[in-house]
């Protein structure tokens, strides 16, 4: 009965393990489709809705911030403000595609692809600076190849893990 107790505590020990390292094994398979231009297996890593919705917030308020700081009666100058707004969906929805999320990462697949430089994760030209939990079903990692870009993963069951933000600079946005 004692070996029954320590076997099933050493496998729920292993269960529990797993669970916190699976964002990183998420990760993995992200640079590993991206290594190998697999467009199938990033968009299975990616809630495309969420992260679509997410990103058009993020150039609706750069937009609006932009133009908010503007004083202006011209009508054409507003046209073409309320044009951009317009412009957003159409502009993201093309964005979001499995092909083009292959293009944003294919710096993965370019150089040196060992996965530890001294302290800093390093593949290709993008390098993981820092990552963390958020909660228990949200986690972080930061990256950069020119510019720091943020990458937010949302867990949909015990070790499934989604793509559902990239959080870009505001000297990215429009």
Known sequence: M?????????????????ILFSPFV????????????????????????????NIKVQFREALWKKMSTRESDDQFRN????????????MIDEMISPDSIRRYTEPLAIGNTS????????????IFLDY??????????????D????????RYSLISWKITNITVPSTMLP
């Open 2 to 18: 004692k070996e029954y107790f320590q076997l099933s505590l050493f496998v729920a020990f292993l269960i529990g393990l797993y």
């Open 26 to 53: 998420c990760v993995y398979h992200l640079i590993s489709c991206a290594v190998d231009a697999d467009t199938a297996g990033i968009e299975r890593l990616i809630d495309k809705p969420v992260l679509k919705d």
């Open 79 to 90: 046209m073409t403000d309320k044009l951009a707004l317009d412009m957003v969906d159409p």
């Open 115 to 126: 996965w530890i430089e001294k302290t800093k994760i390093k593949i290709g030209h993008l």
């Open 132 to 145: 963390k939990y958020k909660s228990l079903s949200e986690f972080s990692f930061y990256a950069t190849a």
């Open 147 to 154: 510019t720091v870009i943020e990458v937010t993963l949302d």
